[in-house]
């Protein structure tokens, strides 16, 4: 990587020519726009990057008509860039081709919060729309101006402008505005194209980033080299709340290239010239820590979460005590169902397991800092860096390099607190890539929970009662805040703690945490719960397992409860899953995913585990599960499976899904992104459990916490896309993860009638449920 | 330099590697593994480290046309040997590898980290089974792990990476 990307303070006059450097991704895809070509200056810097309201942060053409688009959202590997060049691309009425993007840079790229993986699109779309649109509005003006006729005589195809009926009257973007700026601010007075018009979105363009991933020339963030760059690794406690007591440092003294054992409070790394003599140098230091057992027994968890005291401080205000919904009375509504039943579902805590271990570049000298990491957060993360550092928000810089793919918060953000603890103390740019073990034992981890629920029927079977109660921990523990807030703070960061930070993150968990645990059909008298329980992390709170969001963050557990409960009660009332379903149903749109799903899959009318013929070892049962409702996405999933009753093995063969996200910007990518939530889900679902012992994890390998690999893939994965242009883009990439579990488990009863409700499923589960029943 | 001293952290040894078609000598550590040989001193990061141990297969390389795991192996170990990783399956700067083609037309990948072990691996299967049934691709890469699980494609892409490749042979 060159040189002076390393400088703190680059203009984006300069970016043009580096942007060479970091796109040599891009080589086998056709050269980088701005390549000797004139660009605009560099656009002004307030506190959170260039400003939102300014048409250039967004948009820049260059003399060739090339538009780079300046994001602010990171690319999680779901190909939401090619989706938001697609979005520029669509609204300026340029080729795809002619459409660039800069990823997240604070010095070059407007804040867009946090790129969560679903709201990618759906949300961080709609600033890029706009300014796309007015931009073109903006040249369609200029050649107004240019040609003397109305802008109504103008027609713009590919980036040309021209006038309608005179042949030779045209002018290209390049042209008008190339290498200069807009100079205008973002209004929102222009309206972006009607649907209907669409060319470039909702077709399946090929991501811009997949020819660099498929010749090995792409930089994640793990490949990022900058001149002079030292290697460190890190030495974890051994038990999450130990305290080191002594270093030796003669342990390592015969190793070569060691430049420095760095210790910051519990922060403890090593630095070296070369990366594998940092491995060994870590492998070998020796390290006393004190003693620290205050786990509790794995097999107790979620006994313990129920007397975890509730964490009031973090309940918003409009949930008073935690109650998400209530309606009449669920006591007397019980006492007088015809037929009142209850379940509990458990669920254990969870890894996002991204494949490549989290890794960051930082170069901190006294004029300014320079990092370069994976994060969802980049100015969050920006400003968590300054205060952890003492400095002001301006004098460092965060540079967005790509990781592995991470379905929530990995140990990417933690890792840049590692990077500049260990650059700081040796005065030149470190890189820092965490062990497997570093990933997997320190990473954030999905919350284990537990729900209680009741509910009640009618002699109708009508549901009459619904209770539930839930309870975990957060689901946030980011360095920024969602929008309209702005800032970063670094005490969610586990390494930020272990280098002894003690002002407390942020706090934003409830409201993911407990999403959708209201059940979204109509069920007469409701009280649901959610027992919140507020952050945890290795090193604080009352269970030392560190939380963060994941893939749905509370979601795949809250749809678990109610898609197997509502699933327990067509049972109780001698339905057919999906007919009780639609009874209880009122919005259209969950219902024409159902309905979709059924159709496709050719389900027939039935009461759950009815039909069984069969009686050898090897049963299959087919179960369905949806959710949907608001402004998210609909989705509705049928899972055929096959059970082993003897060795409990259980195999999901073939899942159709039907899915309503809105507006579809890319099918292609849409469909990836079911497909891989769904297959993931299922892992999570029928093997993933982090297991811990009384001080720490204990699943730190692949071997340990095995996740899908080939065989168990189902054979097939049909998918029903349902395209609402007239209805906002909503979010992708977590839908298809959410109804896995409980689409499972009503499969499974199907197939054995043996209800599974503790995740995972596994062959041992299965075993213990189909006893407790015999 | 002909024998080594047991324990001795800092011995070094001179191999000659031939890389993507080109050799490669020079003095390297006894202890350096072939995934930091490449990535460091070749500076071919497109061979990824996921587990250094292993078991997720993203870090697999053709040796003398076999697929291995460049984590496991020493780079002393391959001294003599002709190695290819990512960056050489193209035929050349303008000509895609028929899987590498395949994978970008059928989105074999997602987030792409397990992307490199995944082609490699792949590459060796065809050239022994040209003519694969999807379960046979399968189970050719039961090896590697891909979490954002993009199996599917991949299994997409590789049926007609093969299709393509005996059409053109
Ligand atoms: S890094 Fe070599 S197999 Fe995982
Ligand atoms: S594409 Fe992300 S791990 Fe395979």
Known sequence: ???????????????????????????????????????????????????????DSWIAIDTAGFATLYTGVCELGTGSHTALLQVMAEELDIAFDHAKLQPPDTNRTPDQFVSSGSRS?????VPIRQAAAEARHALVAMAAEKFKVPAEQLVVENGVVSVTGAPGKHVSYGQLIGGRQFDLKVTGAVKPKDPSLHKIVGTPVHRIDIPGKVTGSFTFAQDVKVPGMLHGRVVRPPAHGASVIEIDESSIAHLP????????????????????????????????????????????IHQKLREVPIYAPGIPAKYPGGVIAKDGDVESALTGAAKAIKATYESPYHLHGSIGPSCAVADVRPDGVTIWSATQTAYGLREAAAKF??????????????????????GADDVVIDALVLSQAVGKPVRVQWMRADETGWETYKTARVTDVRGGLDADGKIVAWESNA??????????????????????????????????????????????????????????VFNYLGPASHRQGPIRMRVGSMRGVGSPDNVFMVESFIDELAAAAGADPVEFRLKHLSDPRTIAVVKAATERAGWQPRPAHSASAENGDIRTGRGIALFGGGKETRIASIFEVEVNRKSGAIRVKKVTV???????????????????????????????????????????????????????????????????????????????????????????????????????FTPERFKEALAKQA | MTSVAVGDETAMRRIGVTVNGTLQAGEVSVRLTLADF??????????????????????????????????????????????????????????????????????????????????????????DCPDPSAEEVRV??????????????????????????????
């Open chain 1, 1 to 55: 990587m060159d040189g002076r990307l390393n400088e703190p303070h680059l203009g984006r006059r300069h970016f043009l020519k580096g942007a060479g450097l970091l796109a040599i991704s891009f080589s086998l895809s056709g050269a980088m726009p701005g390549l000797g070509r004139a660009a605009p200056a560099a656009p002004k810097l307030g506190p959170y990057g260039p400003a939102a309201d300014e048409l």
């Open chain 1, 121 to 125: 699109i759906a949300y961080h779309a």
């Open chain 1, 257 to 300: 290239g060691v430049v420095k054992v760095v210790r910051k409070a519990d922060l403890i790394g090593v630095v070296c010239h070369r990366e594998e003599e940092a491995i060994e140098a870590a492998r070998q230091l020796k390290v006393s820590w004190s003693a620290w057992a205050d786990l509790p027994d794995m097999k107790d």
């Open chain 1, 389 to 410: 550092l003492g400095l002001a928000n301006d004098k460092v810089r965060l540079i967005f390099a790509e990781g592995a793919g991470c379905y929530g918060q990995n």
């Open chain 1, 471 to 528: 309870w975990g921990f957060s689901g946030y523990s980011r360095p920024e805040y969602h929008e309209p807030k702005q800032g970063g703070e670094p005490g969610s960061l586990v390494t930020a703690q272990l280098a002894g930070w003690t002002t407390p993150g942020l706090e934003e968990g409830f409201n993911g945490i407990a999403l959708e645990s209201a059940p979204y059909y109509t069920v007469g008298s409701k009280h649901v």
């Open chain 1, 658 to 760: 039907a899915h309503d996200c809105g507006l579809i910007v890319n099918p292609d990518g849409v469909r990836n992104q079911i497909e891989g939530g769904v297959i993931q889900g299922i892992s999570r679902g029928l093997m993933e459990e982090v297991t811990f012992d009384r001080s720490r994890v204990t699943s730190l390998d692949w071997a340990s916490y095995p996740i899908i690999t080939f065989p168990d893939v189902p054979d097939e994965i049909d998918i029903v896309l349902l395209n609402r242009p007239d209805l906002p883009a909503a979010g992708v990439g977590e839908a298809s993860t959410k109804n896995v579990w409980a689409g499972i488990a009503n499969a499974v009863f199907d197939a054995t009638g043996v209800r599974l409700r503790r995740l995972p």
């Open chain 2, 38 to 127: 490449l990535r460091q001193d070749l500076k071919l990061t497109g061979t990824h480290l996921g587990c250094e141990h292993g078991v997720c297969g993203a870090c697999t390389i053709l040796l003398d046309g076999r697929a291995v795991r460049a984590c496991l192996l020493l780079a002393v170990q391959v001294d003599g040997h002709s190695v290819t990783t990512v960056e050489g399956l193209a035929p050349s700067a303008t000509v895609l590898h028929p899987l590498q083609e395949a994978f970008c037309a059928h989105h074999g990948l997602q987030c792409g980290f397990c992307t490199p072990g995944m082609l490699t691996t792949l590459v060796e299967f065809l050239k």
């Open chain 2, 140 to 169: 050719a890469i039961s090896g590697n792990i891909c979490r954002c699980t993009g199996y599917d494609s991949i299994v997409e892409a590789t049926l007609s990476a093969a299709a393509n490749m005996r059409d053109g042979s």
